[in-house]
């Protein structure tokens, strides 16, 4: 059993004893160290806006919006599933198969559950296309959750760049088994710029990676 798998018998084990949140959706490592990134955001008074690439119904954006309420917050996604461009370079990559079914959602379905939707700006279709426009902004916190090779590699080519010094990018599913293009995109970003990252034992085995302070 690899280590993602071990975090996600725990906690299914823990939901069915507590009979209250599915288990996918309680995932406690992974709020709890965006809530101590967000506390060191504060803490040093580091600028810049949040964004999430892969919010789907918005289980973390929800997260995020709370830990950031003064923030300005880029929500990407197609809100259709992935992208068939993707698919095809993920399939061709031999990385997945690209099949997992993310249509069910919609803007007005996560906008209706942020606790400061006011901070919202949702930015719907196919990341990187959707960044058009946002070259001038800077950020203190992403979250990249896309599953797929290309939009992880887009994410961290469009983001690290206007990541204030101090700021922290979430890369989900670092050690998922279902997507080897995640960690192949971090590790092939890690080979052209000085970057590390800090893996944490959350259900998609997350890596951490934060800008030096400068
Ligand atoms: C695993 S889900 C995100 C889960 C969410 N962050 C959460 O915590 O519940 C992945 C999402 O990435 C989106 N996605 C993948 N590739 C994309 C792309 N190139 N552009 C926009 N959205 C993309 C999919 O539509 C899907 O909703």
Not at 70 to 77: T, Y
Not at 119 to 145: H, K, M
Request: net charge negative; charged share 25%.
């Amino acid at each position: 059993m690899n280590r993602q798998n071990r975090y996600v018998v725990e906690a299914h084990a823990y939901t069915q004893r507590s009979k209250k949140l599915e288990w996918n959706r309680l995932d406690l490592v992974r709020r709890a160290t965006l809530d101590l990134a967000a506390e060191e955001i504060d803490r040093h008074q580091i600028l810049g806006e949040i964004a999430e690439v892969g919010v789907f119904q918005g289980d973390f954006a929800v997260d995020l919006n709370r830990v950031f309420p003064h923030r300005k917050f880029f929500l990407f996604d197609t809100f259709s599933g992935f992208h068939q461009n993707d698919i095809e370079k993920e399939q061709k990559r031999g990385f997945s198969d690209g099949k997992q079914d993310f249509s069910q959602t919609s803007v007005d379905l996560v906008k209706g559950r942020l606790l400061f939707p006011h901070q919202a700006q949702f930015r719907p279709g196919y990341f990187p296309q959707t960044a058009l426009g946002l070259e001038n902004e800077n950020f203190c916190f992403v979250s990249l959750d896309t599953d797929l090779y290309d939009p992880i590699i887009e994410g961290l080519r469009f983001f690290y760049p206007r990541l204030s010094p101090g700021g922290f990018i979430f890369v989900h599913d670092f050690h998922n088994d279902q997507y080897p293009g995640v960690r192949a995109a971090v590790e092939e970003y890690a080979l052209e710029n000085p970057i590390s990252y800090l893996p944490i034992p959350d259900i998609g085995g997350s890596v951490v990676i934060r800008k030096p302070m400068g």
